[in-house]
Structures are given as structure tokens and as C-alpha cells.
């Protein structure tokens, strides 16, 4: 690299002397430090401003041609984005990984270290919020004009300390050094509206409400650039900011009051302040609703903004937007919507609610009751009482469509009404976002049939036609190309790069699990990220991890329908059986366990207590550390993730069948070569009839068995009638684990036993048992192994949300993909800007 200015401007070159002098640029005129002031973190954020310039061109080429096609767009509203770290998708997705990499290794710094410095965007819980993710990955790189809507909240999910085996949760400042990828749109700005009164009056024999008296909040726009891979769409993230309403009233105070004053500011700009840290928990804060409210306002508003700028009838309005819901989160849409039709632009009733259904498609994403929102009367009449009204007149129109379709039912009509009744009615959110939308889609084919036959079976009898499926998927260019680079060359090597945007390509490895040289190939690289996982757990926690042994891994929010204790349960069977001197043919096992419990989920946060106290004793045996570690990596998320999944040889998807929607770390564990061991649900049934259950470890009841047990479970029987069972409680509610701690597991035992065990630990502890020993089994014969890893690679196809998308693109939304020009030469910025 000569020292000389580039030819071209320094924010747009894509060649390694350009992105140099970008870098070098940021350091010094934006963030005003040099080399000798500068913090790693500084560097990374140089860098990171350097990437963002080369996005910024493309970016409003993308929005351009969106708009001048009036092409129809999908908006994904979604309380939760977990999106991890940027800059190595982005650079990806670019093409810039190489002259970046040259760039800043001529400058003396290291790509590996400074993209370290990134803090994971972690505006999400688990699941739902990746697949969010994946979303905005695969919606750009099939170029669909989309916006992804949602919050942005000050403090994402927490972080997550054992502190002597206890999860402490320490609150996440996540944008505490500043976030290098958002801009801050302080034009694009809505006024929220909360309590009050609806005003009814009749105007020219029309009914018309007024919503007046209201508290004003407004929402602030935060633009973060979406890039496809290939470079050519660039879409847009946009999460909204709380602020206190500028004609914020003081006068309403005293002159005395005015801290108090400036205290009530401050509270409305609370709304957005933090991420709530359940997963698959209703707990009917009135906090939350308020979020969903700003939330589901300020994205309406801006969609509806946005199509009113392109001049077409209110009765077009499904034909240039598709707004999915992720979960019952946003529903508030469905009357938001009406009341912005109706009352706003006096459309009629009828209208309206054709408008609404046409435009919104509903996503379920657990059948779990707990889950289920449902909104006290009171709080809604508080807060949003005009939302109210239209609630109730939806429901009045559905439950006559109910009574014509089944009279005289009225048990019928209890069942599906959206008011549960009771001391304080409820507003059931799911029955409204049915009711209210077009498509209702689960995430797996098991879970859309039990959503269908279980579930609500009178709304799918209703609406057959709005029931669809859409299993989820994980985007490759995260969780292959990105995270695992070495599997990803290996693989392109043999088969070419066309997988990065069609997976299904994959399939082309499976003749090469035939081939002797391949999976030797497959194995060293396995190993590789076997041993750097173990180098990073050493550095980072101090853990000694055995790399010939076998990675077993169970990473997910710890909860009880995922069953954690069913894996601790069979460790210590495992360490039982080592103390009785039956190691022959032991294989030395590491179980790896991560994830975090939603802080007042007493019980999850026991279960990490229990693992990390398996941990201290069976590590710290010299006999038993031989064969079997434990060990639990505080802080799951997705850069923790990125760094685990390479590694993996055993997959854990162990939930009690008929409870885990879809899973998707079970798809990212498939293309990174681990072999699933799991039960028949959610998205594992799926994964096994694309590879074959030959090629996985199949184990427990069917969804249809555990239904019919569960009366007559009895986990008493079940610990007297196998020896090894009893065995493992009896040694698990000893003491041995807890010796200084007299008695802190009585309330897993009460779980297991006392409450019935919803999930039934004990009726699948056996044939856990027995599957873990056909892992062992396989592992002896290297071949057979790393020949059944390289099927599931060729064979995760299917699990791309490229191909989710698709669907989702062609079955719910009715989307097109826009291509956008691409630029080759230099833009003149300047001329661009002039007026
Ligand atoms: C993929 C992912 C999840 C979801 O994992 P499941 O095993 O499907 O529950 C949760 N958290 C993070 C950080 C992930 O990357």
C-alpha cells in the first residue's frame, strides 16, 4: 500500500488503500483521538464508521428505487431484534472481509481482535428475537423491499454473572461507548397518545370519536442499515426511541414543582429504557403494554406516512403493505389500525376492517398457556380507551359471524369470545390477532398442527384458510460463513460458494460422506474448533476442557419445558456409573451448558445452580474428571453462540415433545456438523426427515403419547421401577451436590415429583439413557461418526430462513423482490447534494 491519498474518496472506496485512509479519517476527525489516545475500542469504532460509509451509498439507492417502483413492502414488527454483532455480517455480506482484513493489518491492528471489541446488540431474549434477526438477513439478500420495526430499548437483555453457581443479573449499558451502525432521525418523530377519554359525537348522522385529554410521549426513529449479501439491497431496522413530548406541560406543575416536573419528563422517556427478560412468560405489566402501545403507534403511523406519499386510495393500502406480527406482541395493530382509518381518515367500518385483515398476518410462536397475553379490561380502559371501544366492536362483529356459523352455541361463543370473562375481563390478544388478520402461521409442522388441532380448533374450523405453516430457519451467512469460516472454505472448496444463498446446495457434500479423504478433512476442522473453543473457555473462565473429548452441548434460555434437569439428570447417572469402576469403553464426555433464566423464574435459576454444583463436584473428582466434565458458560448470546456452535458434536434437543414450537439452535447445530439428540418436536422432526433418523439419536414420547400419559404419570413409579433412575435422584437430592448448602434442591425435587412434573423428566430419563449410549456407541467408530455429521450438514438445507422467507414472501405477503442498481464508479457526493 503506497502512502498516497486514494483516487477516489475516502468514504466509498471498497480497495484496502480507501478503507486505510477511512479508518484513519474516523479516528482522527470523528472521534477526535490518534494513535496514542486511542483505546482498542476507539479502533473498532473507526473501523465500524468506515463500514457504515461503504453501506451509506447503496442504502439510498435501495430506498429510492423502492419508492420511485411503488413497490409493495413487508414490514416485520417485532418487540424483539437479538441481533448479536454487525460488523462481521456486514463486511461479509460486502465483499470487504479481504481488504479490510490487508487494510487494517498494514496499519498494525488485527481484524480478529478489533471485531472483538463489538457489544452484542441483544434486544432480544432467545429465539423469537434471532429468528427476527435472521429475517432482516434474508429479506435483504433476496432483495424485498422491507423495514424490520421495533424497539429501542437502553438496556438489552441483561448480563448474565454466576456468582458461587447463582445467575446475578447485572443490567446490559449496551450503548454506553456509542453504537457505531444507527443513525438518529430526530425528524422522524411521532406523538403517542395514552389515557384520556373518548369524546362521541354525532356529526351529519355520523358517529364520531374524539380521543382527547390525552398524555403525549413521542417516539424517536434509529435507522440501522440492513445489507443483503451481495451488497445490493440495503434495508432498514428501525427501532423507536421514548421522549418526553416537546410541549411537555409544566405548567400543569407549580413553580415548586418543577423537579417533579422534570421527573414525569423523565419517566416517559422510561417507556424505552429496558428489554422485559421473559421468555415465554405473560406478566401483564402495565410498563409493557405501554411499550407495545409506543411500539405498534409509531410503526403504524410511519407505514401509513409512508403510503400516503405515494398518492393511492385508502383501498390499496394491502396491496403496498404487509405487516407481519412476530408473536401476539404487536396485536395492538389490529385496533391501532381501525382507529387510524376510521377515526383519522374517516373510512367505514366495513372498509377499515377489510383494509386491516388484508394488510397484517399473525405469527404464533408458543402454545405454552402461560404465554398467552392477555390484557386486563381495566388497564386498557386506562390507558387506551378508544382501543377499547374498537376492541369490543370487533369482537361484537365476530361473535355474530360465530352465532351464524354455529347457532345457538353460546358455550361456543364463551370459548372464542376476545373478552374473557371473569372477575376482571380480559382481552385474549391471541384470539384478536386471529380474528384480526389474514394468516395465522406457526413455526413448525408439529406446532401448526397442535396450534390448529389443540390450541384454538374452533378458529381453525372457522378460518381453515388463514391457518398456515412456516418453519423457521437461521440465515447460513451467520451461523456457517461467518461463525465457522474454516467449515465454510472446506466446503466451498469441494462444492463451490453457490450454498451462501441457496443452501439446499449443500446437498451436493453428500456423496462426499462416502469419501475417506473428506471426512478426515471434516474431523481436523471439527478439532481445530473443538481445541480454539477450549483456549477461549480457558482464557475467558479458567475452564480445562479435554479437546479429544466429546463436545455435548445444550445452549438455550434455561427453562423447564427445554429440560436442562433431564440432561443433569443423566450426568449423574453417567457419574454413578463411574464411581461403581464401570468406565470401560467410557468416552471422556464435556457437557456444555449456557443460557440464562428470566430473573424471577426461581426454579431456571436453580437449575444453573444445580448444573454449576455438578460442575464443582464431578470436575474436582480426579476419577470421574477422567471421563466426564460439566462445565456452564455464563452469558449465552449470539456472540457467545457464534463461537460454541463450531464446535459441537452432540446437539441437545431434549424438550418434552409437544412444548418447544420450532428450535432453532437445533438447525445451526446441524450445519455446523452436530448430531441432533433429541425428541420428536418442533422443528427436530422436520430435521430428521431431511437426513434420516438413522443419521440422529432419536429418544422419549410423542407429542400424542405425552398427551395421553400425562394423566397418569407417575414419576414415583418410575424412580422405584429403574435401579439407576432411583440411583441418580437419590444421589441428586442427597447432598452430595450441596453439602455445605443443606437443602436448596428440595424445590426440583417438589418439581419432579410433588407437582405432577408437567414435562415429565422421569418418563424419558430411560431412553435418554439408552440414546446417550448410542452417542458413545457411534463416537468409538470416528467414520461412522464424522460420516452421519458431514448428512446432517448436506442435509440442513431446508433450514435457511432464505427459504422461510420465501415462503412467508409468497404465501402471506404476496411480495416481489426489487432488484437495485448497483454502483461500480465513485459517486459525486457533491454533485449529488447540490440543490
Ligand atoms: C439460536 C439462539 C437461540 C434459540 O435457541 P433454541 O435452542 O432454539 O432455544 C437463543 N439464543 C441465542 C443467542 C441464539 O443464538
Known sequence: MENNRPSIPTRQGHDTESIAWGYAEHLKFTLGVDRYSSSNYDRYMALALTVRDRLMNQWMKTQQTHYKQKVKRVYYLSLEFLIGRSMGNNVINMHLQ????????????????????????GLGNGGLGRLAACFLDSLATLNLPSFGYGLRYDFGIFR??????????????????????????????????????????????RRKYHWVDTTPVLGIAFDTPIVGFGGETVNTLRLWSARAAEEFDFSEFNEGDYVEAVAAKVSAENLTKVLYPNDKLYLGKELRLKQQYLFVACSLADIVRRFKKGGHSWREFPDYAAIQLNDTH?????????????????????????????????????LMPEALEKWPVPMLEKLLPRHLQIIYDINHHFLQRVSIAFPGDMQRLNRMSIVEEGDTKQIRMAHLSIVGTHSTNGVAALHTDLLRSRVVPEFAELYPERFNNKTNGITQRRWLLKSNPALSSLITEHIGEDWITDMTRLKKLAPLAEDAAFR?????????????????????????????????VQIKRIHEYKRQLLNALHIVMLYNRIRKGETKNLIPRTFLFAGKAAPGYQLAKLIIKLINNISVVVNGDPVASRYLRVYFIPNYRVSLAEKIFPAAEVSEQISTAGTEASGTGNMKFMCNGALTLGTLDGANIEIIDEVGRENAFIFGLTAEEVADLRPRYSPFDLYNGDKEIKAAVDLLFSGNFNFSEPGIFEPLRRALFDQGDFYMHLADLRSYADAQKQVQELYRNRDDWNRKAILNIAHSGNFSSDRTIRQYAEDIWNVQPCPVDTEHDPINTLEEARK
Open 330 to 366: 404487536p396485536s395492538l395493530a389490529v385496533p391501532e389500525l381501525m382507529r387510524i382509518l376510521i377515526d383519522e381518515n374517516q373510512l367505514d367500518w366495513d372498509t377499515a376492517w377489510d383494509i386491516t385483515i388484508k394488510s397484517l398476518g399473525y405469527t404464533n410462536h408458543t
Open 520 to 552: 478426515k478433512r471434516f474431523e481436523e476442522v471439527k478439532q481445530e474448533a473443538k481445541e480454539r473453543l477450549a483456549e477461549v473457555l480457558a482464557a475467558d473462565h479458567g475452564f480445562v476442557i479435554n479437546p479429544g473429548s466429546i463436545y455435548d
Open 160 to 205: 448474565q454473572q454466576i456468582e458461587n453457581g447463582w445467575q446475578v443479573e447485572q443490567p446490559d449499558d449496551w450503548l454506553r461507548r456509542g453504537n457505531p451502525w444507527e443513525i438518529e432521525r430526530p425528524d422522524i418523530v411521532v406523538p403517542v397518545h395514552f389515557g384520556g377519554r373518548v369524546d362521541t359525537i354525532v356529526e351529519r348522522g
Open 98 to 121: 479481504p481488504a479490510v482484513e490487508e487494510a487494517l493489518s498494514e496499519l498494525g491492528y488485527s481484524w480478529e481482535e478489533l471485531r472483538e471489541e463489538e457489544i452484542d446488540a
